[in-house]
């Protein structure tokens, strides 16, 4: 049974194109980054989130949530960062309004869940999007 919302990835990922990658890496061999080349392959609009990048592949990258330009729309806050390093992103992000705080797998803060849960975002705590992706892509 899904904690929040894990249940819902398939609808998620049908529904919403705009995702935030908080703590994307340029490094090949990174998990983050294979995902969000995955996302970009499959039609997504990825939002690089890295303070020490200027872009990555080649879209602009910002240093943090709160300095996507404003109007930029975000559907998606894929987390790409330490379990309790997850709570003050939590916080920056429910200014963007998102649907979905999602937190890649191995990442777990029930605290974090909870905050964007009672600020009616929904929650997807411990997956791999691009996991999630595949599996309800076969199906």
């Known amino acids: ?9 398939k609808e998620f990922l049908t529904k919403y194109r705009n995702v935030a990658v ?3 890496s340029d490094k090949p061999e990174r998990p983050s980054y294979d995902v969000s080349t995955y996302l970009v392959r499959n039609g997504f609009n990825v939002i690089p ?7 990555w592949n080649g879209i602009r990258a910002y240093p943090d949530l709160s300095s996507v ?4 729309r975000i559907d998606i806050i894929d987390i790409f960062r330490k379990s309790e390093q997850v709570l003050p992103i ?6 963007l309004n998102p649907k979905v705080i999602w937190m890649q797998e191995g990442v777990i803060n029930f605290e974090a869940a ?3 849960k009672k600020n009616n975002v929904n929650v997807v705590m411990d997956r791999c999007m691009k996991k999630e992706h ?4 076969n199906h």
């Open 69 to 72: 330009p404003s109007g930029t």
């Open 49 to 55: 989130i890295n303070p020490s990048l200027e872009s």
């Open 1 to 9: 049974m899904a904690m929040y919302d894990e249940d819902r990835t």
């Open 22 to 24: 908080v703590g994307i």
């Open 90 to 95: 939590v916080e920056e992000a429910l200014k």
């Open 134 to 137: 595949v599996k309800n892509k």
């Open 114 to 116: 909870e905050l964007a």
